[in-house]
């Protein structure tokens, strides 16, 4: 098995900067692709962004597109999502999540693990 744990999130001003960290340990050995998601209370959790194990292929929302990017440590089993220019739309719980396959352009993976998730809030 393979356990995430997020941290970083918090409460910011909108346009301020957060730095989320999602540690793997466990069995990863077994991860290949790694992304983050959000969800708010009452909606479905959405995609926000994702990197190949090499991160050689990356891929966002277009909502987050010249604002965050991801990156990972695979050295460390850290994955990172820098968030910049926030602003109050990014309210949400944002999720770690890994996945046994890597990304292949164009087509969407499963995501195996998940971690408990770590709330963002930006206020106005």
């Known amino acids: 098995q393979v356990q995430l744990v997020e941290s970083g999130g918090g409460l910011v001003q909108a346009g301020g900067s957060l730095r989320l960290s999602c540690a793997a340990s466990?069995?990863?050995?077994?991860?290949?692709?790694m992304g983050w998601f959000r969800q708010v209370p009452g909606k479905e959790r959405e995609f926000v962004a994702a990197?190949?194990?090499?991160?050689?292929?990356?891929d966002y929302t277009y909502s987050v597109k010249g604002r965050f990017t991801i990156s990972r440590d695979n050295a460390n089993n850290t994955l990172y999502l820098q968030m910049n220019s926030l602003k109050p739309e990014d309210t949400a719980v944002y999720y770690c999540a890994a996945s046994a396959r890597d990304m292949i352009l164009g087509m969407e993976i499963p995501y195996d693990y998940w971690g408990q998730g770590t709330q963002v809030t930006v206020s106005s």
């Open positions: 990197i190949s194990y090499l991160g050689r292929i990356i």
């Open positions: 466990g069995r990863t050995f077994s991860i290949y692709a």
